[in-house]
């Protein structure tokens, strides 16, 4: 009873932040009469008033977010084409993130270089774990499976990490940001001021559900390496 009641509870621990960010974005994404642009609408705008030069705006199928490479907020359709208060919320979030860019923000910078690095080592970590236990055979030694192990584990780590130092970033882009612009332009109402901070909030945990998911992952091949 008291194992099942564990494995319960860390599963709650795993997947509940994704489901309430995922449950918070559908609750408050149908479209609302009294907010006068959609989010793209809206990302455009803010992007034109504190002349965020060369940043674009333009729909994705693969995740909200702003590339500071190549200087593009990019939104998914619903958020995009919406005129609920998910899309203008997530459309401020992202804008917000062109901004600690325009800024120079240090954090920012670090993580855009850390992360595609950080994605091919989590990528190959997968092919070292796999291999491990082959190459244990073939030695007949535990020092090469021991370090192909330690190196591939050592990549679900380091994701994991990243994804956790970018939530202060993120949480500076959704109340730093892009809730004083959405409360001081009056481009919601204060009554729907609750509504998008847990919006906001939401926005911000996405990267902690990202680094739950690295945690199961991680604990998922560590059984299997331990049953072989």
């Given at each position: 009873?008291?194992?099942?009641?564990?494995?319960?509870?860390?599963?709650?621990?795993?997947?509940?932040?994704?489901?309430?960010?995922?449950?918070?974005?559908?609750?408050?994404?149908?479209?609302?009469?009294?907010?006068?642009?959609?989010?793209?609408?809206?990302?455009?705008?803010?992007?034109?008033?504190?002349?965020?030069?060369?940043?674009?705006?333009?729909?994705?199928?693969?995740?909200?977010?702003?590339?500071p490479i190549e200087k593009k907020?990019?939104?998914?359709?619903?958020?995009?084409?919406?005129?609920?208060?998910?899309?203008?919320?997530?459309?401020?979030?992202?804008?917000?993130?062109?901004?600690?860019?325009?800024?120079?923000?240090?954090?920012?910078?670090?993580?855009?270089?850390?992360?595609?690095?950080?994605?091919?080592?989590?990528?190959?970590?997968?092919?070292?774990?796999?291999?491990?236990?082959?190459?244990?055979?073939?030695?007949?030694?535990?020092?090469?499976?021991?370090?192909?192990?330690?190196?591939?584990?050592?990549?679900?780590?380091?994701?994991?990490?990243?994804?956790?130092?970018?939530?202060?970033?993120?949480?500076?882009?959704?109340?730093?940001?892009?809730?004083?612009?959405?409360?001081?332009?009056?481009?919601?109402?204060?009554?729907?001021?609750?509504?998008?901070?847990?919006?906001?909030?939401?926005?911000?945990?996405?990267?902690?559900s990202a680094a739950l998911a690295?945690?199961?992952?991680?604990?998922?091949?560590?059984?299997?390496?331990?049953?072989?």
């Amino acid at each position: 009873m008291f194992f099942a009641a564990g494995i319960i509870t860390i599963l709650a621990l795993i997947f509940g932040p994704s489901f309430w960010v995922k449950f918070v974005m559908r609750r408050y994404s149908s479209e609302k009469k009294e907010i006068p642009g959609t989010g793209g609408e809206l990302a455009k705008h803010l992007i034109e008033k504190f002349s965020l030069k060369d940043v674009e705006v333009e729909v994705t199928d693969l995740g909200d977010h702003y590339d500071p490479i190549e200087k593009k907020v990019r939104l998914l359709p619903q958020n995009y084409e919406s005129k609920s208060l998910t899309a203008i919320a997530i459309a401020a979030h992202e804008v917000g993130h062109a901004i600690q860019d325009h800024q120079g923000d240090r954090r920012l910078a670090a993580r855009t270089k850390m992360a595609p690095i950080v994605d091919k080592v989590a990528r190959w970590s997968v092919a070292m774990i796999s291999l491990s236990p082959l190459i244990g055979i073939i030695t007949r030694h535990p020092m090469p499976f021991s370090l192909l192990l330690l190196l591939g584990l050592s990549g679900f780590i380091a994701r994991m990490m990243i994804h956790l130092v970018t939530l202060p970033i993120e949480f500076d882009a959704s109340f730093s940001k892009a809730l004083p612009i959405l409360r001081e332009g009056n481009y919601v109402s204060q009554s729907n001021e609750k509504a998008v901070n847990r919006i906001l909030r939401a926005a911000s945990l996405t990267y902690v559900s990202a680094a739950l998911a690295d945690i199961l992952n991680l604990g998922r091949w560590i059984v299997i390496l331990l049953r072989r």
